[in-house]
């Protein structure tokens, strides 16, 4: 027990018993992990900087009104310190009854920031104003007027591949005057998928007809096939609209399918470089690949993936970049 | 934060800041001295411009430059930065020049929160009724600026603009909904707040300006200036009977030392104090006296004052001086007793003092009194002369006489002939004094105008007035009032209404007596309001019959009181809570409940998760005397909540009523 002591450094210490008294205040106000009510055992009010200022000027007040017998400024403090003091009830107000539905994020490649959508509910009571969401700081701020369902955004810097947590974070506001803080802590058990950062000096795409680098630009001057009536999940880009206006119904091109045979993306193709730099070459390749809208295959050790194109297969192949683990 | 972005953020925000500010410094504005005004009003015009046409903050030298020669001006102004209206203009000085930097919304704030500030010192020099009008526009405007200054910090620096309009009337309507609401509770906290009985600092006496009223000295021509002020000086409520109107002579600063041009109350009479004083019982008027504060040590009083108030002195010639001077508006019990002899013996060193008269002024006076000493000897007569000759040659009573030079009296006499009571008294006191009659000069207030509705006397400083005091032996000083020799009417109907042509501009009658009348709530104002102090809150305390609550012992109770009451609601906020979410919206739900805690005393113990039918099959198998009903019940239960129109909830509620399942041991 001592060792264990022992090993801690005495500002480790410090933020563990902060930690610790935070979980355990924290523990008896039940679940916070979405979707949940912010209910009022989860709601916390305290000044904020500028309301301590605020308060030491009224202070400072009220002793210069009451030494002179000044009555009208004592007046004028007391309807201050109330309205002050209500500021509170209304901040709180502002937050209860609010539903944390859910916290998406869509995955990312390393290096850009994690965009956590965190979807908030205004059940109806009551509009809320300036409702903020932040880690440390207030990140994202959003008005709910009655019946609104809104996200707000936190941002997360990435450095690694992988999942990453979204920590816990506040959900606060100041109204209406800033000088008191309300919040609740908020503790997401919700991830973001984190893409290897894809390599900038990537070698050229592996062609399957020997390294045919000309036959790229065939690809890409696809001739149209024909027409065809649109159909959900056709991307946009191939939406005939002089088509679609004359017929007044959406068509998509239909584009000839490229007759090459599939890339393979080959780990073992790559040698002489570390794992994480292989992983950021096969990104790389499967962006180039996705958008020259190749066919391609992927091997990895452990893993291995047919040839195919398409979001789908691209989202496949880029989480099992991301996962991998050697 | 980019340039672009911290200018456009909510411009309302800035311009509410300047409202602010120039609400709470509107009262200081007006009483600043006039050359002040403008360099208080560049840094916001500067503001202004700047708001509309995007100009970044003034670097930091010329900011600096500005302070600098801000200060110097006031300080040249003042003399120094003591003093209630130099430090209060400073604060005003440099919040206006605070504007130059104020960009962020710290800066705002800051700035908004100090016009609070500033707000509250004004009442230093007013606390009257329409107060309450700058109170309520500069609260609301530094509400509705802090609620721009909020959501500017709330959404700056998003690339989306606040989605919802929360427009300026909204914002209006909810800063007012705030004070509306705490009104209550402020009202409360200042009725039950307990105050200190005595200050804790005093204030230092060269911080006051001494702004209005009489003062320590009387030159002809030297409270002309009070004539156009029609602010209240007192007000006298009197008990039983009403003084007649030429009895109504406000005794204030009394002089006995005249240098040819300035009257002055002689350093060591002021300090005499009186040997003997009127009977309490003998007094014929009695009258309670609200006192506008003037920062001098007056108390006025008619003559001659039977009581002295504590802190206060009676001086040899029955003026009531007070040992601190008069910062706030006071209240004192006064009774006069108008047939008191008035020193009828007069010691030698006093009697010197009255006819003492400086040499080598006014000789054609001294020639003519001398004429007149040796064709009427008597003293009375020789008053009787005077003031026929007053009354006789053409004299005018007038509030714009020409400028006199060395020989006031005799310039008086004999060439303009035009003037107001100081003159008439100057003149007649010198006279009097060249005639070897013993006399002084005495200033107060006459008349006033009595309010009906109220039954209170309104003294005004319109109504400053000066008179002369005459003494001989065993009859003691008796007061002749010059003035009312020539001009009959200033005595009979008030200063103000005796003049022939309007004093200024706006000076109408019925304006002035629409005052008059509105002073009445000024004088409730001041009753409950300005006048709140320790004293009257322990009485109001003794009204309620909390009689036993001191000061410390209300510090105690309010201490104990916020405790228990945190206590309180601590423990019942739960239960309140708990309460509120357990008392179903539903009313099915409800019956459902109620059905379930029968069974519960019954000793069937009912389980959340079981459904109606399992719950009755289980209910029916532990008691079996109630089987039967126990099925109906949940039978028709299903049906009003999944058939609704086959059920009828007033059926199951029929039910359940009567559903008495013995009760187990």
Redesign the interface.
């Known amino acids: 027990m001592t060792t264990l002591a022992g090993q801690h450094q005495p500002r480790s210490i410090s933020k563990s018993i902060v930690n610790r008294i935070k979980q355990r205040v924290l523990a008896k106000r039940g679940p916070m992990t979405p979707p949940f009510e912010l209910?009022?055992r989860h709601i916390f009010v305290l000044p904020s900087k500028?309301g301590l200022?605020?308060g030491f000027?009224l202070l400072?007040?009220a002793l210069?009104?009451?030494?002179?017998?000044?009555?009208?400024?004592?007046?004028?403090?007391?309807?201050?310190?109330?309205?002050a003091?209500?500021?509170t009830l209304i901040a709180y107000r502002n937050l209860v009854g609010l539903r944390i539905d859910s916290i998406h994020a869509e995955p990312v490649f390393c290096g850009e920031p994690a965009l956590f959508r965190v979807f908030v509910t205004n059940g109806g009571e009551r509009?809320r104003?300036?409702v903020?969401a932040g880690v440390n700081e207030?990140q994202?701020?959003?008005?709910?007027?009655l019946h609104t369902s809104?996200a707000l955004q936190l941002a997360q810097p990435t450095n690694t591949r992988g999942w990453r947590e979204l920590p816990a974070f506040r959900l606060e506001?100041?109204?209406?005057?800033?000088?008191f803080k309300a919040w609740s802590w908020i503790f997401p058990q919700s991830r973001c998928l984190v893409y290897p950062r894809p390599a900038r000096k990537a070698p050229p795409l592996p062609r399957a007809g020997g390294g045919e680098s000309g036959n790229a630009h065939k690809g890409e001057g696809d001739q149209v096939h024909g027409l065809r009536k649109y159909q959900t999940g056709d991307p946009m880009q191939r939406v005939a609209w002089r088509a679609s206006a004359r017929h007044d119904e959406l068509y998509s091109l239909e584009m000839e399918k490229p007759q090459e045979e599939a890339c393979e993306l080959d780990w073992d193709s790559l040698t002489g470089c570390d794992v994480e730099t292989r992983l950021s070459i096969l990104a790389a390749w499967v962006i180039a690949a996705d958008h020259k809208q190749l066919a391609y295959s992927m091997n990895i050790p452990g893993e291995q993936v047919a040839a195919n194109s398409g979001a789908n297969h691209r989202a496949q192949c880029l989480e099992m970049l991301a996962l991998f683990k050697s | 934060m980019s340039k672009a972005g911290r200018f456009s953020l909510d411009r309302l925000g800035i311009l509410w800041m300047i409202a602010t500010l120039g609400i709470s410094m509107f009262p200081q504005l007006l009483s600043m001295p006039v050359h002040l005004v403008p360099i208080t009003l560049l840094p916001i015009a500067w503001r202004l411009l700047a708001e509309f046409r995007h100009w970044p903050p003034v670097p930091i030298i010329l900011r600096i430059i500005a302070t600098i020669i801000a200060v110097t001006a006031l300080v040249m102004t003042f003399g120094g930065l003591m003093g209630r209206s130099a430090a209060v203009s400073l604060l005003v000085l440099m919040l206006s020049l605070k504007l130059l930097e104020t960009f962020s919304v710290?800066d705002v704030?800051v700035v908004t929160?100090?016009s609070?500030?500033l707000?509250?010192?004004q009442?230093?020099f007013s606390?009257g009724i329409m107060?309450i009008i700058y109170?309520i526009a500069s609260?609301l405007s530094a509400?509705i600026s802090?609620?721009y200054?909020?959501?500017r910090?709330?959404?700056e620096g998003?690339s989306e603009a606040?989605?919802?309009g929360?427009d300026l009337f909204t914002e209006l309507s909810?800063g007012m909904r705030?004070?509306v609401?705490?009104?209550p509770?402020?009202?409360t906290?200042?009725m039950l707040?307990p105050?200190?009985s005595s200050?804790?600092?005093g204030?230092p006496e060269d911080a006051l300006d001494a702004r209005s009223g009489l003062s320590d000295s009387m030159s002809p021509g030297s409270i002309q200036g009070l004539f156009m002020d029609d602010s209240p000086a007192f007000r006298a409520t009197f008990q039983g009977s009403l003084p007649s109107r030429s009895d109504l002579y406000w005794r204030g600063p009394v002089f006995w030392d005249f240098d040819g041009t300035t009257w002055k109350a002689g350093y060591l009479i002021r300090n005499l104090l009186a040997d003997s004083k009127p009977e309490l019982k003998r007094a014929q008027f009695r009258y309670e006296i609200q006192m506008e504060p003037t920062e001098q040590r007056w108390l006025f009083t008619l003559d001659y004052p039977a009581l002295v108030p504590t802190g206060t002195r009676l001086s040899m010639d029955y003026q009531l001086i007070t040992n601190q001077p008069i910062?706030?508006l006071r209240t004192y019990a006064m009774a006069s007793d108008p047939g008191f002899r008035d020193n009828p013996d007069l010691k030698l060193p006093l009697l010197r003092a009255a006819l003492e008269l400086p040499q080598g002024f006014n000789p054609r006076t001294a020639r003519m009194i001398a004429e007149w000493r040796a064709e009427t000897p008597s003293d009375g007569a020789m008053i009787q002369r005077a003031l026929a000759y007053f009354n006789q040659q053409n004299f005018h009573y007038t509030l714009n006489p020409p400028l006199l030079s060395r020989h006031t009296v005799d310039e008086f006499l004999f060439n303009t002939r035009q003037g107001f009571c100081e003159h008439y008294a100057s003149a007649f006191t010198v006279m009097m004094r060249m005639a070897g009659i013993p006399a002084r000069i005495v200033t107060g207030y006459q008349g006033g105008w009595y309010n009906n509705l109220g039954s209170y006397i309104l003294v005004r400083q319109s109504d400053a007035h000066a008179w002369s005091e005459v003494w001989s032996k065993g009859t003691g000083w008796i007061r002749v009032d010059p003035t009312a020799a020539v001009a009959p009417e200033r005595v009979e109907q008030g200063s103000v209404d005796s003049l022939a042509q309007r004093r200024h501009m706006l000076d109408f009658a019925w304006l002035l007596h629409a005052r008059n009348t509105f002073d009445l709530l000024q004088r409730g104002w001041n009753n409950w309001?300005?006048?709140?102090?320790s004293v009257k809150q322990s009485r109001l305390f003794t009204n309620f019959g909390w009689g036993f609550f001191d000061s410390m012992k209300l510090v105690i109770a309010m201490i104990a009181g916020i405790l228990v009451a945190a206590a309180a609601s601590f423990l019942l906020?739960?239960l309140i809570?708990k309460l509120r979410s357990s008392r179903h919206q539903d009313p099915l739900v409800r019956l459902w409940q109620k059905f379930n805690r029968k069974l519960g005393k019954a000793g069937f113990t009912t389980n959340p998760s079981m459904g109606p039918r399992e719950l009755a099959t289980m209910a029916g198998g532990q008691l079996k005397y109630a089987d039967e009903g126990i099925n109906r019940i949940a039978e028709l239960y299903i049906l009003c909540r999944y058939s609704p129109t086959d059920g009828d909830p007033a059926e199951l509620a029929a039910l359940i009523k009567g559903f008495h399942p013995p009760q187990q041991s």
């Open positions: 209910a009022y500028f200022g605020f000027m400072f007040m210069g009104a009451l030494n002179f017998n000044n009555n009208m400024a004592l007046i004028l403090v007391f309807l201050l310190g109330t309205i003091q209500m500021t509009q104003f300036a903020q207030p994202d701020c959003r008005d709910f007027p809104k506001t100041r109204f209406p005057l800033g000088l | 710290r704030r929160s100090l609070l500030f707000c509250a010192t009442f230093l606390q107060m109170i609260l509400l802090l609620m200054a909020h959501r910090e709330a959404f998003l606040p989605d919802t929360r909810f705030l004070m609401l705490a009104l509770i402020g009202l906290l200042f707040f105050r200190w200050p804790l600092w204030v910062t706030q309001v300005v006048a709140f102090d906020m739960p809570l």
